[in-house]
């Protein structure tokens, strides 16, 4: 297993999420499966994984109890467990107290190594830096009585959200956890988010690194183009080896649901095999092709914008529309939108084609910005 340095401790460079963890459910994901999970843990922790991320309401509340149970039979200081505060949901902002102290309940011990601000994004941004809440405060103070070691935070939000965040709060967080993998690097802008935090000297810990599954496997053609290059290399670890080529990444999470994918990708970190300029080339070459089946082409050049009468942005919802359509829904489009006035959501739009007359890619943005609506309903 590959170890990097955070502060005075080693940590796996791979560590175990419970975001998807096996279950017995036919539909959703409850009950978790205990024993499948219990062995999964065990293994992990014999091949040298050492950090475990949980969350409040992963798997309908049940992460963290499970979590809280399976790993209660090994000694405290031989992992490493991570939780985050659910500020997604705006109801929880005044209950910082009661949910930290729920959650050192729920699993089993007395402090958290890490523990984050989950999910920065466009609607709770506000919230979150509102001192009224007194969140931060009330972190800092767990971590002034140990109970927390590490202050961190995840985001899903743009750029300038989390530019926002680190304005206010920077100087207490001491590692943050973004979405990256070589789709998103420069689909969601990820790119721009590594640098600042390496600008920054902030540790990256990643999130959805296989994006959900949907770089696991690729089109037969893609995936002749890597074999070419690594024979030996499997499809979901040239997403890790991506990942091992880029900067400041400390921590990649993997919401591992079985025992073959937990054995496959402990395998892929047990080497640091970072690509070349040209594998690089190739894998983000790949990642464009991919995008570009039903996602509008926009380049943000911004001509629209100086025509539009309603003033939308509408590179920044072409951009949401291209997430939504390529993921095929998710939560990250409607979430951002929804942050909007409604005299900026895609249901201004009055179809009255001003853009299209100066768009230089001849954007058919008037019937993106109806189906848009359609597809958030």
Request: proline share 5%.
């Amino acid at each position: 297993m590959l170890y990097k340095e955070f502060q005075d401790i080693k940590l796996s460079n791979l560590g175990l999420g419970t975001m998807r963890l096996p279950n017995k459910g036919v539909n959703g994901d409850t009950p978790i499966d205990e024993e499948e999970t219990a062995k999964m843990v065990e293994y992990a922790i014999n091949k040298g994984i050492n950090y475990f991320d949980t969350a409040w309401g992963y798997h309908n509340g049940e992460s963290e109890l499970v979590m809280g149970k399976v790993l209660k039979k090994y000694p405290r200081e031989s992992f490493y467990l991570a939780t985050k505060f659910p500020g997604y949901d705006l109801s929880n902002m005044d209950k910082v107290e009661k949910i930290f102290e729920k959650q050192l309940e729920k699993c089993q011990v007395d402090y958290f190594d890490f523990y984050l601000f989950h999910n920065v994004y466009e609607i709770n941004v506000e919230p979150y830096l509102d001192k009224k809440y007194g969140i931060l405060e009330y972190l800092l103070k767990q971590k002034e009585n140990g109970r927390i070691k590490h202050l961190g935070f995840s985001v899903h939000g743009s750029l300038e959200v989390m530019k926002k965040f680190l304005d206010a709060y920077g100087q207490y967080m001491e590692f943050a956890q973004i979405q990256l993998n070589y789709l998103d690097y420069e689909f969601q802008d990820a790119k721009a988010k590594v640098e600042l935090l390496n600008q920054l000297s902030i540790p990256i810990w990643v999130m959805e690194p296989l994006r959900g599954g949907k770089l696991a496997k690729l089109s037969e053609q893609n995936e002749n183009k890597l074999n070419v290059l690594r024979p030996d290399e499997t499809i979901p670890s040239w997403a890790f080896r991506f990942l091992q080529s880029i900067s400041g990444v400390t921590m990649v999470l993997s919401g591992m649901s079985t025992m073959e994918q937990l054995e496959q990708n402990i395998k892929t970190f047990e080497e640091d095999k970072p690509l070349s300029k040209q594998e690089m080339d190739v894998l983000l070459q790949i990642a464009r092709q991919m995008v570009q089946g039903n996602t509008l082409p926009c380049t943000s050049c911004r001509y629209c914008t100086a025509h539009c009468p309603k003033g939308i942005d509408i590179p920044k919802i072409l951009a949401l529309y291209n997430e939504h359509i390529f993921t095929g829904g998710g939560f990250i489009a409607p979430m951002a939108i929804s942050a909007l006035p409604d005299d900026k959501k895609p249901s201004a739009c009055i179809g009255c084609k001003s853009c299209e007359a100066v768009c230089p890619q001849q954007l058919k943005i008037a019937e993106a910005m109806s189906n848009f609506v359609d597809l958030l309903k």
